[in-house]
């Protein structure tokens, strides 16, 4: 490695000395303390990294001239200390690295070399599924079902722990990956066998890897396909990205949460349009969050579109590493060497200087909760009741139509009140009779109704919030003060609590309050991440049978991160996020349609109304039960084991050798094809001729619409093959569990009940056009009819197109449909990033233009050239629609490839095909 900064130091801390690249070679503090401490960690990997080649000195300069005000233009290469997998995208990642291994000894060189040259974790929690809720047996039970159905893939995830290099994996029902690496797995400084200590620093096959930035760590979420390179010792290439400050001052009022903290930063961050940028944090106010708070806001980094959502080390850091189990040498490590590099924050340290800036006093923060489609969306709770019958009124607008205006304007906008007016009266029962229709259920012995924004699942879930003991004691103690009143969950709502960590378990023990949750329904169901990524379980059949019926607009409740239609429950249309004390709090009440403000959430024993702020916990309470219930040892007893596993993981009969034995027979993992016939010269690219529309779609297109992770419809392609496979519906599993099984996910591409497809007039469905004949077929047998008639095809679509989940599966089915290119009014990071990984070519509109400006129907054919030329950065290339009738339109669009090593990609055929050629030179 190079050093022309003579940078090359030692750090002496604890009696032991370390290997550093003192960033003050480089300038002096004044000038490093202009740069956001975000940007300082990228100089350092630069800096060590420096070997003249991947990284010349002209790169670490551009990093320390760095211009807030200028746009991204200097390419770097920046090389992750880690990678972290979760098994829904892990197990593909493992997959085709075995399958690489294969490819590389035929291309001569030895399988062996095809090892993670990062160290890598994988964390298994994406599997377990609410099968069984509200009994004391249901995490056993649901951990049953998932060995059940997982055993091939956890077999296979064993072998790989035993075959690989450097691979550690967390076995299930330990906790959800974020968690596991926030209370475990990060060191926020690391040490190498060269007796090097630098910065921990990581990319993950999960959008929120961003929670890491709670404790320091710069890290993201990247696709599968990027992870895979990064284990293979291949820097993650990027821009040095523009950095946005955010002003934190002031403290959280009485009865606000970090839940509704970070709802009001993502809707914030969201409107500012942080897309692709750097958010750091700063201000007097972080001193008044703790680190899970600041956990809880760096985790939704996704949602509002930044890379990261980073809050730089400081003495709450150390505190934290300290309570968790960290031992008392790493955390001098790391306070020595972040104060050593100017990179722990201290109150009196200057601002940096960033891109943009705007400020957030938390005092301002109120109670909220998100959606029902989009997490961005927040509503202020003192207006839940409106958002919800607006967002009603938009989805089943034509059900109004029998109410006149100024009714419904009434029943929208109907204000807070005690006491409701006359007129909101009538307005409310004028759209009760002609929109609100009950649909009575019957369940056994018991019987009630469904309507219009009935709560049918309330999902205590995700990393987001389980992190978090303030809030999710403050559910404990919602739910504690409600039983005393004497108040229930409706019996329509299917209630679960899945934390992110067996500590959280351990607390609620502690404080006596899980007796409390467990009488509210909210057992525990599993340690993993459940309903937030769709892994709900099926509902009861009589309530499917009634939301059918009557086709109601139900509703879910969850503290999570995602609420994107279709992604919670097949059969639910609107989900909102909230806190987990709003969740039980939704759940005694049993329906959107409520005033939380004004309007009781139930009746105590005596029939006397309870409100929500006659048992919404106090901050001195929460605060209290903290003290008393959460303790270090709870933390350090728990992860001493977490890489051991159950009885039921160490019993897996897993196969020895480097190289895996394909079972033909199996429906799990399969042989993946991208990797057939490689040669060790690419084949030359072409342009793109004759190429028909596999899907006209619109804004907001995410990679829960492109690959679902959630249940397999009995209709479905996808469940065509299983079926034809032997595999009966109640073992089809989930398409996340499938994930090995690259027959499966190419069926399910495309394969969400919710995506409308402008070729069919705006149905819902996974379904198309085959043109020219107009045949109507699933997206799945279109394409391959299309591929038999060797047809290229090409994806239409708007803005922020494959936003969500990083989903590597979302690139590689549109790879294996047959599509070569997608059009898009814009693109989200990650999976324009994918895209371009498996070789399909991302291609925005001129700005103004799009399909229904260039008046494009989806039936006309394109041609798409200047791709045989070479294709560079943002290179502009013609594009020719011809309808039917020989009318032809002719538009220019950009190239999506970003970078000069993303055009290397894309002339190999995707990344992975560009890695294993060069490893074979």
Known sequence: MADSFGAKSTLSVSGKSYTIFRLRALASDAELARLPVSLRILLENLLRHEDGRVVRKEHVEAVLRWDPKAAPSQEISFHPARVLLQDFTGVPAVVDLAAMREAFAGMGGDPNRINPLSPADLVIDHSVEVNYFGTRDS??????????????????????????????????????????????????????????????????TDSHTT??????????????????????GQPVTMLVPEVVGFKLTGSLREGATATDLVLTVTEMLRKKKVVGKFVEFYGPGIASLSLPDRATIANMAPEYGATIG????????????????????????????????????????????????????????????????????????????????????SMIEKSFADVDAASLAKWCDEPSADKPTDEAVAARMLVRDKVLKPVAVEEGDTSYNLRHGSVVIAAITSCTNTSNPAVMLAAGILAKKAVERGLSVKPWVKTSCAPGSQVVADYYEASGLLPYLEALGFHLVGYGCTTCIGNSGALPDAIVDAIKKGDLVAASVLSGNRNFEGRINPSVRMNFLMSPPLVVAYAL???????????????????????????????????????????????????????????????????????????????????????????????????????????????????????????????????????????????????????????????????????????????????????????????????????????????????????????????????????????????????????????????????????????LDGRETFDIKGIAEGVTPFKKLEVVATKADGTKKTFTVTARIDTPNEADYYLNGGILQYVLRQMAK
């Open 139 to 204: 995490l056993v039970r649901n951990a049953e079902l998932e060995y059940q159905r997982n055993e091939e893939r956890y077999v296979f995830l064993r072998w790989g722990q035993q075959a690989f290099e450097n691979f550690r994996v967390v076995p299930p029902d330990t906790g959800i990956c974020h968690q596991v690496n926030l209370e475990y797995l990060a060191r926020a400084v690391m040490t190498d066998a060269e007796g090097r200590a630098f910065p921990d620093t990581l990319v993950g």
């Open 589 to 855: 009440r049993g329906d959107m349609d409520w005033d939380p403000y004004s309007e009781p959430i139930g009746k105590d024993r005596n029939g006397t109304p309870v409100y929500l702020r006659d048992i919404w916990p106090t901050s001195e309470e929460v605060r209290d039960t903290i003290r008393s219930a959460v303790k270090s040892e709870q933390f350090k007893t728990r992860y001493d084991n977490a890489l051991v596993g159950d009885v039921a993981w160490q019993k897996l009969n897993v196969p020895a050798g480097k190289t895996f034995s394909w079972d033909d027979k199996s429906t799990y993992v399969r042989k993946p094809p991208f990797f057939e016939n490689l040669g060790k010269q690419p084949q030359p690219i072409t342009d793109i001729v004759g190429a028909r529309v596999l899907a006209l779609l619109g804004d907001s297109v995410t990679t829960d619409h492109i690959s679902p992770a959630g249940n397999i419809s009995k209709t479905s392609p996808a469940a065509r093959y299983l079926m034809e496979h032997g595999v009966q519906p109640a073992d089809f599993n989930s398409y996340g569990a499938r994930r090995g099984n690259h027959e499966v996910m190419m069926r399910g591409t495309f394969a969400n009940i919710r995506i409308k497809n402008a070729l069919l007039g705006g149905e819902e469905g996974p379904n198309t056009l085959h043109l020219p004949a107009g045949t109507k077929l699933s997206i799945y047998d279109a394409a391959m009819k299309y591929a038999d008639e060797k047809v290229p095809l090409v994806v239409l679509a708007g803005v922020e197109y494959g936003t969500g989940s990083s989903r590597d599966w979302a690139a590689k089915g549109t790879k294996l449909l047959g599509v070569r290119a997608v059009i898009a009014k814009s693109f989200e990071r990650i999976h324009r990033s994918n895209l371009v990984g498996m070789g399909v070519l991302p291609l925005e509109f001129a700005a103004g233009e799009d399909a229904q400006t260039l008046g």
């Open 310 to 393: 980073f809050f730089p080390i400081d003495g709450e850091t150390l505190s934290f590493l300290r309570f968790t189990g960290r031992s008392a040498d790493q955390v001098a490590l790391v306070e020595a060497y972040c104060k050593e590099q100017g990179i722990f924050r201290t109150e009196g340290m200057p601002d940096p200087v960033f891109s943009d800036t705007l400020e957030l006093d938390l005092g301002a923060v109120e109670p909220s909760i998100a959606g029902p489609k989009r997490p961005q969306d927040r509503i202020r709770l003192a207006a839940s009741r409106t958002g919800y019958r607006k967002s009603l009124h």
């Open 211 to 232: 929670m890491i930035n709670g404790l320091g760590v710069v890290g993201w979420g990247v696709g599968g396909i990027e992870a895979e390179a990064a284990l293979l």
